[in-house]
């Protein structure tokens, strides 16, 4: 079983930057991928990015490419969502996910990112 703990959400100016943290447990975080998500109010939660469990290789959505950068540290079974030039549209909860075979299998609780204009 793998849990997983976000942290580092809050109240930002339009055009500041946030980084968001993503604590797991358990030994075998190393093997994982892992995603970050975000849900808006009314909105479904969509996709936002994600890492491999080397590190190697990173996705983003079209939305936060060149703005956000994901990364991990296996070390400290930790991985990291570094936002900039944040936009009031940014505003959500994100979460870290987990993916096991091919699935996003564990969500952590997740943390809110309010950007006021």
């Known amino acids: 079983q793998v849990q997983l703990v976000e942290s580092g959400g809050g109240l930002v100016q339009a055009g500041g930057s946030l980084r968001l943290s993503c604590a797991a447990s358990?030994?075998?975080?190393?093997?994982?991928?892992m995603g970050w998500f975000r849900q808006a109010p009314g909105k479904e939660r969509e996709f936002v990015a994600s890492i491999s469990w080397s590190g190697e290789s990173t996705y983003y959505a079209d939305s936060a490419k060149g703005r956000f950068t994901i990364s991990r540290d296996n070390a400290k079974n930790t991985v990291y969502l570094q936002m900039n030039s944040l936009k009031p549209e940014d505003t959500a909860v994100y979460y870290c996910?987990?993916?096991?075979?091919?699935?996003?299998?564990?969500w952590g609780q997740g943390t809110q990112v309010t950007v006021s204009s």
């Open positions: 358990g030994r075998t975080f190393s093997s994982y991928a």
């Open positions: 996910a987990g993916r096991v075979f091919g699935s996003y299998k564990y």
